[in-house]
């Protein structure tokens, strides 16, 4: 079970009928890539009727809004994140990140479709990115995603090891990032590697079983993916730097 504090924030936002999907570390908690997190990261639809029932319920929360953007669809559509620090009494200092637009992610329609929905408590369910949705999600330039990415998708395979089907295995022969997953399911599955290669040439050194070359692939992987997510952030980091300017007395 998450904790009472954001079990609170999200049972307000279901009461208010908010269409929102949990994701960040709270979700990682829930799929087992992380042990502890007080901040609550939700991805909503964006539309003026989910916007005023948000609203509604950060009243509910006594949350005040931190940092900048303001909160404004515009600002959401193009990718920032919008802050609040909740103050009523059963969530107090719960930090609540809300997006509507999360690079290399799908639509909210399309996230919502392929959800995991978990009962946290009886008659209180929770509403979750899918584990692939989660894990693209943590491709960003941050140090500290990159070992989570990890750590999820070697819980999962624990897990599902053994029974997995066809989706599984290629979740995570295209996502994993530890070498020995990797050559094991290349050993396992060699037809299945050999097919995905076109899509992830580093799996070459999987099927090779070579582990030194697949930790440089997996590096060089990880660099890529920090550019992109850098360029993408580059004109919204340099947006919020003249909201702050402009902020200043």
Known sequence: ?????????????????????????????LYGGAQ????CDIVIVCDEQNLERLKNALGKLQAEQIAVPPFAREYLERGHAVHFRCHAAEASEIRLDVMARLRGVAPFEELWSRRTTLEDAPGARLEIVSLPDLVAAKKTQRDKDWPMIRRLIEAHYSEHRDNAGEEEL?????????????????ARFPELASREVSDRPLLK????????????????????????DRKFWEPLKRELEQLRRNRRP
Request: with cysteine.
């Open 36 to 39: 502890f997190s007080r901040d």
């Open 1 to 29: 079970m998450i904790p009472n504090p954001i079990h609170k924030v999200l049972s307000t936002l279901s009461t208010h009928e908010v269409r929102y999907l949990l994701m960040g570390g709270q979700a990682c908690v």
């Open 170 to 186: 290629k979740f995570w022969l295209r996502e994993s990032r530890t070498p020995e997953i990797l050559i094991d399911l290349a």
């Open 205 to 228: 050194g999987a099927i090779a079983a070579d582990r030194v070359r697949l930790e440089a692939s997996l590096a060089e992987e990880e660099s890529r993916e920090r550019e992109v």
